[in-house]
């Protein structure tokens, strides 16, 4: 459907401008990593732009990819947030609906961190020792078997003898699908036990998470998972730097393979466990929903995305410089997503 062809079946009953609209706010849905940024533009922009300031919910990555992908009339979403980019699937489901025209922008970076109550014990630990505290299947005496592991001292004796409690992301978080990327598969695929593996069976093997209690599904706002760690102070939790950050006061992270998360080893890749976070918007309504260029202006512009900018203050890792001119060019453009 054409952007013309969309704007003559919206029913436009909003004057804007001197012009009839289908709606006067910009909807927003998507991860929760990236909703306190998208959040802090649509404030900043309701308060100098003179639009309304955005609508924005936490759904989580592929619950917002859903949303917007559902079709291209004004109930839609107009951008959606992902701590993850958009997969092949997503963008076929789209197309389906009639959401052709895709732009997409990455926005800084974040990293996963795991953190537990400042009065609980200090952890250092390695990708290793997560996965095996997490998965489902673990290797031991030379095959996979139902995890074993009750306490972080059942792992290695160097750890707390606590018991093994993590509050995680449910599988609707972008998160998830970065922790399973960037800690269980690369842990998972150095066992011997799983070499032979190949194809589904080794995802299988690899991405299963526990279902016995030890990992707890959140599938909330990240908050709910901040509650956990301050309420049980044994209990560790999958959250991201931003909520560290954040709440400093409250929660400490481990060293992952002996790297501390900080803003300047997240930023250079040092820190293993950090991924790109992006956003991605439905051209077909450039024209029907005002605003939509003036908010993506709002968001790439030096005085929030920059290393000295607003988005810093709430966490958002930055760009090297060049790669965040050439987003900003992106964005001004709206080049369609080519995977």
């Not at 951008?79 to 789209?94: D, F, L, M």
């Not at 279902?211 to 956990?228: F, H, M, P, R, W």
């Not at 560290?244 to 992270?253: E, F, P, R, V, Y």
């Not at 607003?310 to 050439?326: F, H, M, N, T, V």
């Amino acid at each position: 459907m054409t952007r013309k062809t969309l704007a003559a079946v919206l029913v436009a009953t909003i004057a804007f401008g001197g012009q009839a609209y289908a709606r006067d706010q910009i909807r927003v849905v998507g991860s929760s990593t990236v909703y306190p940024f998208a959040t802090a533009v649509a404030e900043q922009f309701g308060k100098t732009s003179g639009f309304k300031a955005p609508i924005v919910e936490s759904t989580g990555s592929g619950g917002g990819l859903k949303l917007f992908c559902a079709g291209v009339d004004e109930n839609t979403p107009d951008i959606t947030n992902s701590s993850r980019r958009i997969k092949a699937s997503e963008v076929e489901n789209c197309a389906a609906n009639g959401v052709k025209d895709i732009a997409e922008v990455v926005i800084g970076f974040d990293g996963i961190v795991i953190v537990n109550a400042k009065a609980g014990p200090t952890f250092a630990l390695t990708r290793e020792q997560i996965y095996k505290a997490t998965a489902k299947n673990v290797p031991k005496d030379g095959k996979l078997v139902p995890n074993p592991y009750n306490k972080w001292s059942d792992i290695d004796p160097s750890l707390p003898s606590e018991e093994i409690v993590v509050f995680g992301p449910a599988s609707n978080h972008g998160t998830r699908d970065a922790y399973v990327e960037l800690v269980m598969d690369p842990a998972c695929e150095k066992q011997p036990e799983v070499a032979a593996l190949a194809g589904d069976e080794k995802k299988k093997a690899c991405q299963s998470i526990r279902e016995d209690g030890a990992y707890v599904e959140v599938s909330e706002n990240y908050t709910v998972i901040l509650q956990k760690m301050v309420s049980q102070p044994h209990a560790v939790g999958v959250l991201t730097f931003s909520y560290l950050d954040q709440n400093g006061d409250k929660i400490k992270a481990a060293t992952v393979d002996g790297q501390v998360a900080s803003y300047d080893n997240i930023a250079s890749g040092k820190y293993p466990v950090s991924r790109p976070l992006f956003f991605y918007v439905k051209k077909a309504h450039l024209g029907v929903i005002p605003g939509i260029k003036e908010f993506i202006a709002e968001f790439t512009a030096e005085k929030a995305w920059s290393k000295e900018g607003y988005l810093a203050e709430k966490g958002l890792i930055a760009l090297p410089d060049a790669q965040r001119k050439s987003e900003a060019a992106k964005a001004k453009e709206l080049v369609n997503l080519k995977l």
